[in-house]
């Protein structure tokens, strides 16, 4: 069965000061790993999709990268509007579309 | 471009109510997808249909809960009697399936019930 885990499940940072969120995987195979940001009252809202090992992505101060096992979501002198919660997930080798996701990490980006 | 749209925002009911949501997929969308979102389980897929059709529904909780796609347009997710711990925030989301690309969501209905 895939299983997602992130760590931790909430981190608050000062304005500026950058940090790492964590997302380790288990899964069979894997077709795609996501990454996600929820707002409250607000649906998730697609961030990054990374494939394979090695691979990174980057948008504005957040950067995506990916190993055989877990995924960093590394955040770079934020700012107090990149508070919100992050969510991974992954999908998994095979015709299934299912996405199975983290319980995700709570930033707060203190001024 | 119109995104996913749910109804309603919020829905507050008595326990032993028939409950339905409803979902619009991004136009061109062919795959749709109902979530369930709980502090305890985090978000958890209830089912998903391909061009209309159910292609898993093993997360569907029990009996009290059906879902349709009558088409490329329309969803539903019904529960009746709603209990108390149905309680949680649903998410529909759609994707075109068939090539990499992300799931879309809508912005939810919390469901409370009494």
């Known amino acids: 069965e895939d299983q997602v885990t992130q760590s931790p499940e909430a981190l608050r940072l000062q304005e500026g000061e950058s940090s790492s969120l964590n997302c380790s995987y288990t899964?069979?195979?894997?077709?795609?790993l996501f990454w996600y940001r929820q707002d409250p009252g607000k649906g998730p809202e697609f961030l990054f999709t990374?494939?394979?090992a090695g691979e990174e992505k980057e948008k504005e101060r957040l950067k995506a990268t990916l190993t055989k096992k877990e995924s960093f979501l590394h955040i770079t002198a934020p700012k107090p509007e990149d508070s919100a919660t992050y969510l991974c997930?992954?999908?998994?080798?095979?015709?299934?579309?299912?996405?199975?996701f983290g319980k995700g990490t709570k930033l707060t980006v203190n001024p | 471009d119109a995104g996913v749209i749910q109804s309603p925002r919020h829905e507050v009911t008595e326990m032993g109510q028939e409950v339905t949501l409803r979902c619009k997929p991004i136009?061109?969308?062919?795959?749709l997808f109902w979530y369930r979102q709980t502090m305890m389980r985090g978000l958890e897929l209830l089912i998903y249909?391909?061009?209309?059709?159910?292609?898993?529904d093993s997360g569907m909780p029990e009996d009290r809960f059906s879902a349709k796609m009558p088409n490329a347009s329309f969803s539903t997710l019904k529960i009746q009697p709603s209990e108390p711990r149905d309680s949680a925030v649903y998410f529909c989301?759609?994707?075109?399936?068939?090539?990499?690309?992300?799931?879309?969501f809508g912005d939810g209905t919390r469901l409370s019930i009494l």
């Open positions: 989301a759609s994707s075109f399936a068939g090539i990499e690309q992300p799931q879309h």
């Open positions: 899964v069979s195979g894997l077709r795609g």
């Open positions: 990374l494939y394979s």
């Open positions: 997930a992954v999908r998994s080798q095979g015709g299934s579309e299912k996405l199975v």
């Open positions: 136009s061109g969308h062919n795959s």
């Open positions: 249909f391909n061009n209309n059709v159910p292609i898993d």
